[in-house]
């Protein structure tokens, strides 16, 4: 998971003072020694670590802190507020040029995740934004790079712009955005050469494509694992070109934080999306605040219900409610739920969301066992539909055809059926404690 390391630091840090009921400089001055050596280990800038450390302290040793009623918690919000600060305050919104098509640069050295981010970032444009973007291909030298565009165009339905590897990134440029004005396309991503280092021939070129294209947005595709080199590399090329934003990739990877913790601060540009996996939903809008949060193990709950929000049908939600209300739950609403709750991601990252998640003893070690959710998938699948409205009917040579169906074992069938029983049992309670509400109190 993203920051792990760092999060385990600073929050066992934090677990001294928090509930102290009186706190003092020396306190003070312990903790943000911890915190320093903290950011240091996670590859965060010295002079980024020096100003920090700086800052809270002074704010921490403040009146308004020291004599508050809970001091601990206190200084956690003045570390929480300043980790915000860092990584950019608020969250910065994407361009929209009001002389549609809007032009984003996406550059980046090779490896650094630029064509998968170029994917990744049109399916999010279209998905929450309901927009229109043409991908073009405009990195000539990398053999394979305008093949992966036009694959991963095909795979998620997104037309690609391509001249082959013949005409110049320029002229390929020039003729993209004529033709995204063509065919009303609302956004234009161009997806540039990258390079093993920075070298002034890309740079060049790249200059080319920027005055020639005038984009509204150049995003920065850097590799978050590389840690300090990925802050070097955004300072180079926003000294040439000027970013207006940074996508960190492959933060899923990185335990340690240090770019997304410095990027920032170094070079001034707010780092807007960042890439949280391999598969092509897998781009997040960068939240500093949430991000905050999540590193002092306050959780993410907002991402979360975000996350709900956009893959739950609230349609079948409020339909599931009313079958909980009148007992009419079956086994294919169970399979429905099931379906819908993985929609929104592996469970394990969804789980990490929640606030103290990473204190929760054993929760760290916990991985969803997501086969053993596939084989609850296939035992439903593999009942018959009185079966799976009427549980009581299914008998012992019933049960025996489920476990054979689906590859599995009477004692997983049995278990099965009892959680649902249970789950039964368990609504009816409620809906009963909600009748006796009504009527006027609760009964025990
Ligand atoms: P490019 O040379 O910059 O265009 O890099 P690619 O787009 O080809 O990506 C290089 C590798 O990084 C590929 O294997 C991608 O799947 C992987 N990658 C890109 N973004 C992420 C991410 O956010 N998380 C993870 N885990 N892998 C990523």
Do not use: C, W
Request: glycine content about 8%.
């Amino acid at each position: 998971m993203a920051f792990e390391s760092l999060a385990d630091r600073l929050q066992n840090t934090f677990q001294k003072i928090r509930g102290k009921g009186k706190v003092n400089e020396a306190d003070v001055k312990e903790m943000m020694r911890d915190v320093r050596m903290a950011l240091l280990e996670a590859d965060v800038n010295f002079k980024v670590v020096k100003d920090f450390v700086k800052k809270v302290s002074e704010r921490a040793v403040g009146q308004e802190v020291l004599k508050s009623l809970s001091p601990g918690q206190q200084v956690i919000k003045v570390v929480q507020e300043e980790l915000t600060e860092l990584m950019g305050g608020e969250q910065s919104k994407i361009a929209v040029s009001n002389r549609p098509p809007t032009v984003i640069m996406m550059v980046g050295l090779q490896g650094a995740g630029k064509t998968t981010t170029t994917g990744k970032l049109a399916n999010l444009l279209r998905k929450k934004y309901n927009r229109k973007p043409l991908l073009v291909a405009a990195d000539i030298y990398r053999p394979a790079a305008i093949k992966q565009l036009e694959t991963l165009g095909k795979q998620l339905n997104f037309p690609v712009f391509s001249l082959g590897d013949q005409v110049s990134p320029v002229e390929i440029a020039r003729q993209a955005i004529a033709k995204a004005k063509e065919d009303h396309h609302d956004y234009v991503l161009i997806d540039t050469a990258g390079r093993l280092h920075v070298d002034e021939t890309l740079m060049n070129e790249l200059k080319d494509i920027q005055q020639l294209a005038n984009p509204n947005e150049i995003f920065l595709v850097v590799d978050a694992m590389t840690g300090q080199d990925a802050v070097n590399v955004a300072q180079s090329f926003n000294e040439q070109l000027g970013l207006t934003g940074v996508v960190l990739t492959k933060l899923d990877g990185d335990t340690r934080g240090g770019a997304a913790l410095s990027i920032r601060a170094v070079t001034q540009t707010p780092i807007k999306f960042v890439g949280m996996g391999e598969k092509m939903d897998a781009l997040e809008t960068f939240h500093p605040e949430r991000m905050a949060s999540r590193i002092l193990g306050m959780g993410d709950v907002l991402t979360l219900i975000e996350k709900a929000q956009a893959n739950v049908d609230t349609e079948k939600a409020k339909e599931l409610e009313q079958k909980m209300r009148t007992m009419s739950f079956t086994f294919d609403d169970f399979l429905d739920q099931l379906g819908q709750v993985r929609s929104m991601g592996p469970l394990d990252d969804l789980l990490k969301m929640l606030p103290g998640a990473n204190k929760m003893k054993g929760l760290n070690n916990v991985t969803v066992d997501e086969k053993q959710i596939g084989r609850v998938e296939a035992i439903i699948r593999s009942m018959t539909k009185l079966e799976k409205e009427q549980p009581e009917t299914m008998n012992g040579s019933r049960k025996k055809r489920i476990a054979k169906g689906s590859g599995t074992s009477i004692q997983e069938v049995n278990r099965l059926i009892k959680q649902f029983d249970d789950m039964k049992k368990m609504m009816k309670q409620m809906t009963n404690m909600q009748k006796g509400k009504k009527k006027g109190g609760f009964k025990f």
